[in-house]
């Protein structure tokens, strides 16, 4: 397939993408272990870390004033991260008439255990194959291959935003199965704020009307299996976001390569162009993740993961001049309201706790 005019605009992107960490992440990675054990690939732009394996957060012995400019680069990364999704996203769109999604999924994967394995044993050594938790992970590793591959499907057949939208429903799911298997206690305004967010999902997907498409029961059933990876990784908290990383990027690959060995030797330029790129936007955003969520607080940070919406909708705008249409804009903005509404009172009731009294 020969290249278009706006593969050129997703070539722009990708590098420009690569220009981010320049040779100071490349340092990083190289950076030998210090006496405490870890390399940080992010040191020179921020320092040392200390971090906690338990509960993944830092405890940082810095001046106040430090501590502030890591929340702020921990948010930047959150953003960063955004836009890496919503161009992966992008890049399996360009190659969705050439590869299934279980291929595109298995390039993903590929330039993940490329980038993930050697980046988790710098950091942390061969304990990255010794688990706390290996059934916990390996069930995480299986939900997230699923879910991506159940996401891709629903791609296929949906606009980039609408299929982001939908997907953002997941918190609903987590705080659903966090009463099942996590014993969590949901009080009626988590509920009421649950049933907005679904009901924005409805509005999208337009369920018994002409405009309804069944790829959008492929986008929310991968939102689920999603929610239930995220629950998965609050019960193995013990182990490492490196194992994680390994566990879950060598178990995709495992999985696709199982998928698509008869088609592996059918390939083209064009698909290892773009299924390499998204890939590796992939991968840096799952990185960016993994240190913002260790710099500050999942409840300060987890609002701004909603700018991939707005991400999502910019690059489609600029590649195939995509406007969102209204059921989609009232859908999105009722599923985010739920959302950041969730997340205050997650907050309220995390400060009561800290107060003494439970609510």
């Not at 921990?74 to 992008?90: E, K, R």
């Amino acid at each position: 397939m020969p290249f278009c005019r706006n593969d050129g605009f997703f070539v722009v992107l990708f590098l420009a993408a690569l220009s981010l960490p320049q040779n100071r992440f490349i340092q990083g990675l190289a950076t030998k272990p210090t006496r405490a054990g870890l390399a940080d690939p992010l040191a020179p732009f921020f320092g040392q870390i200390k971090l906690t394996s338990q509960t993944m957060s830092p405890t940082v012995d810095v001046r106040l004033s430090r501590v502030n400019e890591q929340v702020l680069l921990a948010i930047a990364l959150v953003a960063a991260s955004t836009l890496l999704f919503a161009a992966c996203d992008v890049g399996a769109k360009f190659i969705q008439n050439e590869a299934s999604a279980e291929k595109i999924a298995w390039w993903r994967n590929l330039v993940y255990v490329i980038v993930a394995v050697p980046f988790a044993l710098r950091r942390e050594g061969m304990a990255v194959f010794r688990p706390r938790h290996p059934w916990l992970n390996t069930l995480r590793g299986l939900a997230a291959i699923c879910g991506s591959i159940l996401f891709l499907l629903g791609l296929r057949f949906q606009h980039i935003p609408d299929a982001t939208a939908i997907s953002f429903v997941s918190p609903v799911f987590v705080m659903a199965l966090s009463i099942v298997f996590l014993g969590e206690v949901v009080g009626a305004r988590r509920w009421l704020a649950a049933l907005v967010g679904f009901s924005g999902v409805l509005i999208i997907v337009q369920p018994g009307t002409s405009s309804f498409h069944y790829a959008s029961i492929f986008t929310l059933v991968a939102a689920f299996v999603g929610a239930f990876s995220t629950i998965l990784t609050r019960k193995a908290a013990r182990d490492s976001a490196e194992t994680m990383m390994v566990w879950t990027s060598v178990i995709g690959l495992a999985v696709t390569s199982a998928l698509v060995w008869p088609e592996l030797a059918r390939w083209s330029w064009h698909e290892a162009i773009f299924g390499l790129a998204g890939g590796l936007f992939f991968t840096f955003g799952q990185i960016c993740c993994v240190y913002a969520y260790r710099m500050a607080p999942a409840s300060l940070l987890a609002p701004f993961s909603y700018i991939q919406m707005i991400s999502a909708t910019a690059i489609s705008y600029l590649i195939w001049d995509i406007v969102p249409g209204l059921p989609t804009t009232v859908g999105a903005s009722l599923i985010v309201a739920s959302g950041l509404y969730s997340l205050h009172r997650e907050r309220l009731r995390a400060r009561r706790r800290l107060a003494g009294y439970d609510v």
